[in-house]
Every structure is written in C-alpha cells, then in structure tokens.
C-alpha cells in the first residue's frame, strides 16, 4: 500500500522540542513536494507547512513560523519536521503527505497527491 508512516511524536513540556520523520512506504518523495498537516481535537485537519523536493519550505500556519522547520534527506527517502519552542495549542495529530510536483504545494486537497494518508503521531505538549 502506498502511504506515509509518520513517527516521533510524544508527550513534551511547553517550551520542548520534539522531531517527526516521514517516510514513504512503496514509492520514492525525492520529486514530491511534501506537506505536513496537523488535526487537533474536534477540528478538521490544517495544513502547517510544505516542503519542495528541493528543500524550500513555505508555511501554512503562521503560528509556527519560527518554531517549525521542515528538512528532508532524499536519500534516505524521508522528511522531517523539527519542532521548536512547543505550545500546548501544538497538541495534535501530525500527519505527512505528498501535495505536488516539485515546489507545488497543494495542500487544500482532501486526498494526497500521491499514496493515502497515514496514521500520523501523536503530539501532546503537556506541563
């Protein structure tokens, strides 16, 4: 099946850090623009930021600006998302997904753009 496995997440005090890894299972991300979306309790899923296949990011979320920082190692066929100065309204679902070709990142699209979505990771920032 062709998806994204998303880890890292736990339980972190306000002011942690935590980084996430995406990896895709079954195809490669080294063309794929990828997206990082979070879905809090009782909301819809957002996007927060995307990452190009090259490794420029744009944000989604303005709230994380300055905090957040998307990276990927092609060659390892994975992305990550580094997380900086953790608020407790972080706490969320975190979940990874492919959003275009190259720099484009479409991130308003209900399904990915390519593979499905995964599971996510929790992330609960916490006192």
């Known amino acids: 099946q062709l998806q994204t496995v998303e880890s890292g997440g736990g339980l972190v005090q306000p002011g942690g850090s935590l980084r996430l890894s995406c990896a895709a299972s079954?195809?490669?991300?080294?063309?794929?623009?990828v997206g990082w979306f979070r879905q809090a309790p009782g909301k819809e899923r957002e996007g927060v930021l995307c990452?190009?296949?090259?490794?420029?990011?744009?944000y989604f979320d303005d709230s994380v600006k300055g905090r957040f920082t998307a990276s990927r190692d092609n060659a390892k066929n994975t992305v990550y998302l580094q997380m900086n100065n953790l608020k407790p309204e972080d706490t969320a679902v975190y979940f990874c997904?492919?959003?275009?070709?190259?720099?484009?990142?479409?991130?308003?699209?209900?399904?990915?753009?390519?593979?499905?979505w995964g599971q996510g990771t929790q992330v609960t920032v916490s006192a």
């Open positions: 990452i190009s296949n090259t490794g420029g990011s744009r």
């Open positions: 997904a492919p959003v275009g070709r190259g720099a484009m990142c479409m991130m308003t699209h209900k399904e990915p753009f390519k593979g499905s």
């Open positions: 079954g195809y490669s991300l080294d063309w794929l623009a």
